[in-house]
């Protein structure tokens, strides 16, 4: 190309010289004969000139030329030195500029070409890696449908029932154990609100399993056939990424069997015990009233009876006597006696078996039936209570079931009423004997002193009367009953001269007078009394100030029971005639009381007959207008 561009400028630069010689050519002709040397010079020079001018001229071509084969041949880094014309210096400029370009563009693409390759390296080991991740995901899949397939014949073939629900207890899965226990099939459950199918009661439960508050509880779930099944139901709950609760699993255990046999366990439990109960009560040192009492309340507690009642019959009346009730219904009216007449009654005395009766049919008092009506009370389970193969009485409990239950239970505890009953009726007979016994060596003592006859008895109840207002208990009262009829006893010892001396005693008199508390103990020791009645006796002469005999105790070292026997005795012989004087009326032996309260007599003992008197006097007085009757 280069090589045509110089040919063809030399044609130019010869032509223009051939150009000039022709002129000057014509110009000889015309007139200048020695021109023709000088044409040929001119020639010459032009000729020259022509080729020196075609090389400067195309020194730029030609650097150009090799510059371009050289970056042809990758060295970008190659200058063109050009200093000729402008035009020249400019394209040199820019071929250089271009050359810089094409460096950059070309390490640029090297540089890209590298990435390339390596990022084609690592896509040909993800692609090795993604077969061989192809055929482990073959090959896991594979394994999950085997383990989906194991999970569904282990979910299906479990003996609980599987479920989930979502946040608003929708079930979205249950295992096909619903068909055997709830004798639904899973597609009919699955879509409806789990609450559907629980009892009413539970509801709340699986809504605290839902917000966290418990994990495990009894669940009763209602079948298709409406029967109740109880589970025992464990659940957890289930939450998203972003910790906020999406639903529920639970797994529901059948436990209804295991339910049914320990309530069967805890009741005869809860029989056994109450029988233990029962048969402890017997051996108690208790009044048999209340040991009826805590017999028929313990029945009424363990059979959730309102009502429990005891009668016996009275032989005077004939009829069935009420002895004790128990249960919330207890202060409702009650018949005090019923009669033996009644069909129920007879069949149960005829038969001496454990009898159910209708709750209309059964004699009640008008007041107490709307009562039983809202109870919803629909029998009365009447036990006979048998003795010596003799029915003594009915132990009646009334029932909001059809059915009689426990009736085991009733026959140990009517057997053991039985026995408390004939117990208390020996108990009543023995301690009447007994009393009998004790009243007699009082009146052995009083035959002695016509003054004193009835003072024992007197004595004995005004201290009963003291005792009750203080709020002792019946053991007590009994206790401070035996000892005041039995206080005196020790004058059997005592001359008789001395007991009915009219005239005042003298100081050897009074000294043996003061030795009959020791004397009672003598006595009545050997007779087994309480030491409680026996201390009594002996210390009833000490004093509150401790000036009494025949110990000269004081204050708390006094026995409470001989306090209030000091006080009683104090009371019958201020009021009582004597030999040698008239007794004092009521109001002035209250005021003497009064006067030594403190000294002679225990103030909290004082204080109490004195809330006897301001609150009914006629209650201290009949006592002794009731002796003077017997007497």
Same mark, same amino acid.
């Given at each position: 190309?280069?090589?045509?561009?110089?040919?063809?400028?030399?044609?130019?630069?010869?032509?223009?010289?051939?150009?000039?010689?022709?002129?000057?050519?014509?110009?000889?002709?015309?007139?200048?004969?020695?021109?023709?040397?000088?044409?040929?010079?001119?020639?010459?020079?032009?000729?020259?000139?022509?080729?020196?001018?075609?090389?400067?001229?195309?020194?730029?071509?030609?650097?150009?030329?090799?510059?371009?084969?050289?970056?042809?041949?990758?060295?970008?880094?190659?200058?063109?030195?050009?200093?000729?014309?402008?035009?020249?210096?400019?394209?040199?400029?820019?071929?250089?500029?271009?050359?810089?370009?094409?460096?950059?563009?070309?390490?640029?693409?090297?540089?890209?070409?590298?990435?390339?390759?390596?990022?084609?390296?690592?896509?040909?080991?993800?692609?090795?890696?993604?077969?061989?991740?192809?055929?482990?995901?073959?090959?896991?899949?594979?394994?999950?449908?085997?383990?989906?397939?194991?999970?569904?014949?282990?979910?299906?073939?479990?003996?609980?029932?599987?479920?989930?629900?979502?946040?608003?207890?929708?079930?979205?899965?249950?295992?096909?154990?619903?068909?055997?226990?709830?004798?639904?099939?899973?597609?009919?459950?699955?879509?409806?609100?789990?609450?559907?199918?629980?009892?009413?009661?539970?509801?709340?439960?699986?809504?605290?399993?839902?917000?966290?508050?418990?994990?495990?509880?009894?669940?009763?779930?209602?079948?298709?056939?409406?029967?109740?099944?109880?589970?025992?139901?464990?659940?957890?709950?289930?939450?998203?990424?972003?910790?906020?609760?999406?639903?529920?699993?639970?797994?529901?255990?059948?436990?209804?069997?295991?339910?049914?046999?320990?309530?069967?366990?805890?009741?005869?439990?809860?029989?056994?015990?109450?029988?233990?109960?029962?048969?402890?009560?017997?051996?108690?040192?208790?009044?048999?009233?209340?040991?009826?009492?805590?017999?028929?309340?313990?029945?009424?507690?363990?059979?959730?009876?309102?009502?429990?009642?005891?009668?016996?019959?009275?032989?005077?009346?004939?009829?069935?006597?009420?002895?004790?009730?128990?249960?919330?219904?207890?202060?409702?009216?009650?018949?005090?006696?019923?009669?033996?007449?009644?069909?129920?009654?007879?069949?149960?005395?005829?038969?001496?078996?454990?009898?159910?009766?209708?709750?209309?049919?059964?004699?009640?008092?008008?007041?107490?039936?709307?009562?039983?009506?809202?109870?919803?009370?629909?029998?009365?389970?009447?036990?006979?209570?048998?003795?010596?193969?003799?029915?003594?009485?009915?132990?009646?409990?009334?029932?909001?079931?059809?059915?009689?239950?426990?009736?085991?239970?009733?026959?140990?505890?009517?057997?053991?009423?039985?026995?408390?009953?004939?117990?208390?009726?020996?108990?009543?007979?023995?301690?009447?004997?007994?009393?009998?016994?004790?009243?007699?060596?009082?009146?052995?003592?009083?035959?002695?002193?016509?003054?004193?006859?009835?003072?024992?008895?007197?004595?004995?109840?005004?201290?009963?009367? /003291?005792? *009750?207002?203080? &709020? %002792? +208990? $019946? @053991?007590? #009262?009994?206790?401070?009953?035996?000892?005041?009829?039995?206080? =005196?006893?020790?004058?059997?010892?005592?001359?008789?001269?001395?007991?009915?001396?009219?005239?005042?005693?003298?100081?050897?008199?009074?000294?043996?007078?003061?030795?009959?508390?020791?004397?009672?103990?003598? /006595?009545? *020791?050997?007779? &087994? %009394? +309480? $030491? @409680?009645? #026996?201390?009594?006796?002996?210390?009833?002469?000490?004093?509150? =100030?401790?000036?009494?005999?025949?110990?000269?105790?004081?204050?708390?070292?006094?026995?409470?029971?001989?306090?209030?026997?000091?006080?009683?005795?104090?009371?019958?012989?201020?009021?009582?005639?004597?030999?040698?004087?008239?007794?004092?009326?009521?109001?002035?032996?209250?005021?003497?009381?009064?006067?030594?309260?403190?000294?002679?007599?225990?103030?909290?003992?004082?204080?109490?007959?004195?809330?006897?008197?301001?609150?009914?006097?006629?209650?201290?007085?009949?006592?002794?207008?009731?002796?003077?009757?017997?007497?």
């Amino acid at each position: 190309m280069f090589k045509n561009y110089r040919n063809r400028l030399f044609a130019i630069i010869f032509g223009v010289s051939i150009f000039i010689y022709f002129i000057s050519f014509i110009h000889i002709v015309k007139g200048i004969a020695n021109g023709v040397l000088i044409s040929i010079i001119i020639l010459l020079i032009s000729i020259i000139i022509s080729m020196r001018e075609s090389k400067i001229l195309l020194e730029p071509i030609v650097r150009l030329n090799d510059g371009v084969k050289r970056i042809s041949k990758g060295d970008f880094d190659y200058k063109i030195d050009i200093d000729v014309t402008g035009e020249f210096k400019e394209l040199a400029k820019n071929f250089d500029e271009m050359s810089m370009k094409l460096k950059k563009t070309y390490e640029d693409l090297k540089n890209e070409s590298v990435e390339l390759i390596k990022k084609n390296n690592e896509l040909q080991d993800f692609n090795m890696e993604l077969e061989a991740s192809y055929e482990q995901l073959e090959a896991l899949t594979g394994e999950l449908e085997i383990s989906e397939s194991k999970y569904r014949t282990l979910v299906d073939n479990m003996s609980d029932i599987l479920w989930f629900v979502d946040k608003d207890f929708n079930i979205e899965f249950i295992n096909i154990r619903s068909m055997r226990y709830l004798s639904y099939l899973p597609d009919e459950i699955i879509g409806r609100n789990i609450l559907e199918f629980v009892d009413e009661d539970d509801k709340r439960v699986l809504k605290n399993m839902m917000i966290g508050k418990i994990n495990m509880a009894e669940v009763k779930f209602i079948r298709k056939d409406g029967y109740k099944l109880i589970t025992e139901t464990r659940t957890r709950i289930i939450k998203n990424n972003f910790d906020e609760v999406i639903g529920l699993q639970g797994i529901s255990r059948d436990i209804t069997d295991y339910y049914s046999a320990r309530n069967e366990i805890l009741e005869r439990n809860r029989q056994i015990l109450t029988i233990s109960d029962v048969t402890q009560l017997l051996t108690k040192d208790l009044d048999s009233q209340d040991i009826l009492y805590s017999i028929a309340h313990k029945v009424a507690t363990v059979l959730e009876s309102p009502l429990c009642t005891i009668r016996t019959i009275n032989k005077d009346t004939g009829k069935l006597a009420l002895m004790v009730s128990a249960g919330e219904l207890m202060e409702e009216p009650v018949i005090k006696e019923i009669s033996m007449s009644n069909d129920a009654n007879t069949k149960i005395f005829i038969s001496k078996e454990i009898t159910l009766i209708d709750v209309d049919k059964f004699p009640f008092d008008e007041a107490i039936k709307p009562k039983l009506k809202e109870l919803n009370i629909q029998n009365v389970i009447s036990v006979p209570l048998i003795s010596k193969d003799e029915t003594m009485g009915v132990l009646n409990i009334l029932t909001k079931s059809k059915l009689g239950k426990n009736l085991s239970l009733l026959r140990s505890v009517a057997g053991s009423v039985s026995i408390a009953i004939e117990n208390a009726r020996l108990y009543d007979n023995l301690r009447k004997w007994y009393m009998k016994t004790i009243q007699a060596l009082a009146y052995a003592v009083e035959a002695k002193d016509r003054y004193t006859k009835g003072h024992s008895l007197r004595v004995s109840r005004y201290a009963v009367l /003291i005792g *009750e207002s203080m &709020g %002792l +208990s $019946k @053991d007590e #009262i009994e206790k401070l009953k035996i000892a005041g009829i039995l206080h =005196d006893i020790g004058k059997i010892g005592i001359s008789d001269k001395i007991l009915t001396k009219p005239g005042k005693l003298t100081d050897s008199e009074y000294d043996i007078i003061k030795q009959h508390p020791k004397i009672s103990k003598k /006595i009545l *020791e050997p007779i &087994g %009394l +309480s $030491k @409680d009645i #026996i201390d009594g006796i002996e210390k009833h002469h000490e004093r509150y =100030d401790g000036k009494g005999y025949p110990f000269g105790l004081d204050d708390d070292k006094i026995p409470l029971v001989a306090a209030i026997l000091c006080v009683a005795d104090s009371i019958d012989a201020m009021t009582s005639d004597r030999a040698y004087r008239k007794g004092m009326p009521f109001e002035d032996a209250i005021n003497e009381l009064l006067e030594y309260k403190g000294t002679q007599f225990n103030p909290y003992v004082v204080d109490s007959v004195i809330s006897i008197y301001m609150k009914d006097k006629g209650k201290i007085e009949r006592v002794k207008k009731e002796n003077e009757l017997i007497n």
